[in-house]
């Protein structure tokens, strides 16, 4: 089989999961958050200091990090098991709000009394005249300062561990806001693998020791860019390489934005993806959009190779997407399925 009829193979084998997917259950452990967006334009600077002054015409909320990615887990057509907490305020309580109204049971997340709920803002301008070029002007995050109670955290864990009874696979999304730790983390990997369900991890680069003997790590370009110059490796290959090795990863796939993804695998070729969106704007999200579909894939026992595939589409679809709060769907993510078989078949005319 040639490349193009390999593609085409793999493209048609996930076009019929996400029309079989079923209501198979993923449990998801991790910190939330809460993600405001204000849009305006910016046509003057401040008088009084050199940055822009954004006028705002248009402020949205959604859940992000694991909450986001429940939500994409959700619109999929699976069923999500979701351990997490949140503060005692109005951003908590507008999580666990919009979580319910999608549908996903909001039981698993724990509202902790006298703390703040992790709040990314982010403010988006232009000029009047080009509203259609919005950018990112400024993020302020917003959270708490204490330490996440180890009773809160061990009760998390032990939740999650007796989801995973009848799950067909974890993600674990890790901020480093307190949810994991090494302690939780090692035991619902080794329960995950005695269970024998994939493992998926979307760690911080400072907390990467929590991701030990995960299936399938997710990293960005540039962070693995930064453990090779550490490293003082010749490329990102042989720094992924030492990476997978030192942690005992299954996988490792690092989400380059515009410049596609790539699978990195012991004793394997890196496998490279290239994008294939046509007009990327924006790429927030892209974390939760690539675990989402891995656990998707892998859950329903699709190769890592596959895997990789239905991730690279599904941020092709967050790079094209026109908001930045927008989560992949399954009805979006069949549609550029689609196209990109069509694509294929035109190539090989």
Not at 41 to 68: F, M, R, W
Request: hydrophobic content about 40%; charged content about 25%; overall charge negative.
């Amino acid at each position: 089989m040639d490349g193009s009829e390999e593609r085409a193979a793999t493209l048609k084998r996930l076009r019929i999961l996400l029309d079989d997917v079923g209501s198979s259950k993923i449990t998801l452990i991790g910190d939330v958050m809460l993600d405001r967006f204000h849009h305006g334009y910016a046509n003057n600077l401040d008088s009084t200091a050199p940055v822009p002054v954004l006028k705002i015409l248009q402020s949205e909320e959604t859940p992000g990090a694991a909450a986001h990615i429940a939500m994409g887990l959700n619109s999929l057509g699976l069923k999500i098991s979701l351990h997490s907490s949140v503060g005692d305020d109005r951003e908590g309580r507008v999580i666990i709000e919009k979580l319910s109204g999608h549908g996903i049971d909001p039981s698993g997340i724990a509202v902790v009394p006298d703390r703040s709920t992790l709040t990314k803002i982010r403010f988006y301008g232009s000029r009047e005249s080009l509203l259609d070029k919005s950018q990112i002007l400024l993020q302020a995050d917003r959270g708490p300062r204490e330490d996440l109670p180890d009773s809160v955290r061990e009760s998390l864990t032990k939740q999650a561990m007796s989801s995973l009874v009848d799950s067909c696979a974890i993600v674990l999304s890790d901020y480093d806001k307190g949810v994991l730790n090494a302690t939780g983390a090692r035991a619902l990997i080794d329960a995950a693998r005695d269970a024998e369900l994939p493992v998926i991890m979307d760690p911080k680069l400072t907390g990467l020791d929590r991701s030990r003997g995960a299936d399938v790590v997710l990293f960005e370009k540039r962070g693995l860019e930064l453990l090779s110059r550490r490293q003082m490796t010749s490329d990102s290959a042989d720094a992924a390489k030492n990476l997978i090795e030192e942690y005992g990863w299954g996988a490792m796939l690092v989400l380059g934005g515009i410049n596609g993804v790539t699978l990195y695998q012991a004793g394997l070729d890196p496998m490279h993806i290239p994008c294939a969106a046509p007009a990327p704007v924006q790429q927030i999200g892209l974390h939760d959009a690539a675990a989402t579909a891995l656990a998707t894939a892998l859950g329903n026992d699709l190769s890592i190779t596959d895997a990789a595939a239905l991730a690279a589409a599904a941020c092709e679809c967050v790079l094209s997407a026109e908001a930045s709060h927008e989560f992949v769907n399954r009805t979006t993510l069949g549609l550029w399925l689609d196209e990109l078989a069509w694509q294929l078949r035109i190539s090989d005319r």
